[in-house]
């Protein structure tokens, strides 16, 4: 009873990385990988977290040990996404005014159907318990990710919100052979270096220096919400590009 069957996993668990950012209790993460397990998603990734596992992530991981003896302890958040062509970052605080800027969130069951037949790593990243991702951290992720609940108390425990994301993975997703169309999500590089031109464009363009953040994070965020293959994203970057050296020209021809 509650014993592991055998089985092949889901074809989508070569696509989904879930990464855990310097969770605080090891029972947390046990039960993570307990739920990773339930929807047949085993790459966890664990940013700030060193040596054995304690008794108690032994324990709360059940028959899903094999996710944590193959889990992955990084240092930084850069490095657990290195090898990702998309990082969505999950947040369940509920901001208004201006903050909404960094609250523009997808719901769990969009995400499979969205990038069914693309290939390419996906990274769904949470926070520790109580806070959450912070603002730096959510401005790393592509996109956003929320589940809705209840506006008096939004806040989810962490291995119920993996949970529920696994399943709304799980059960959205078509888990049969690949149909073979479609494209592949952007490799890594291409990634980092549209978020570098995008960061220059702002970084270029005149506009009052308060305005820049925003404009940057709206460029990458509308642009990844289309989910651009890498010829897509490479006609993109050119024309960023091109824009960046057009305004820092027009400001050394003031100087």
């Not at 769990?108 to 959450?132: H, Y």
């Not at 289309?226 to 994203?233: A, Q, Y």
Request: negative net charge; proline residues 4%; hydrophobic residues 40%.
């Amino acid at each position: 009873m509650g014993e592991r069957r055998g089985g092949s996993l889901p074809i989508f668990n070569e696509k989904v990385s879930i990464v855990l950012v310097d969770p605080e209790h090891d029972g947390n993460i046990g039960a993570v990988a307990r739920s990773m397990m339930n929807f047949g998603i085993t790459d966890l990734r664990v940013v700030g977290r060193k040596g054995e596992w304690s008794e108690e992530a032994r324990r709360r991981a059940k028959n899903a040990q094999a996710v944590l003896d193959r889990a992955t302890l990084v240092d930084s958040l850069m490095e657990a996404c290195a090898d990702c062509s998309l990082v969505i970052g999950t947040s369940g605080k509920r901001e208004e005014g201006e903050k909404t800027a960094m609250r523009h969130f997808l719901l769990p069951d969009e995400l499979p159907e969205r990038l069914e037949g693309v290939e390419g790593k996906v990274a769904i990243v949470f926070g520790p318990e109580g806070k959450g991702l912070l603002n730096e951290q959510l401005r790393m992720c592509d996109l956003l990710l929320t589940i809705p609940t209840w506006e008096g108390y939004p806040i989810l425990n962490l291995s119920h919100a993996v949970a529920i994301i696994c399943f709304s993975w799980f059960i959205n997703s078509h888990t049969g052979a690949p149909s073979g169309a479609g494209g592949r999500m952007l490799e890594p590089a291409l990634r980092d270096r549209f978020r570098d031109e995008a960061t220059r464009l702002s970084k270029s363009i005149p506009t009052k220096e308060h305005k820049r953040r925003g404009i940057e994070e709206t460029l990458i965020r509308v642009i990844m919400r289309g989910l651009p293959k890498d010829d897509e994203i490479h006609r993109l970057i050119g024309i960023i590009s091109e824009a960046a050296d057009s305004f820092e020209d027009a400001v050394l021809d003031e100087s």
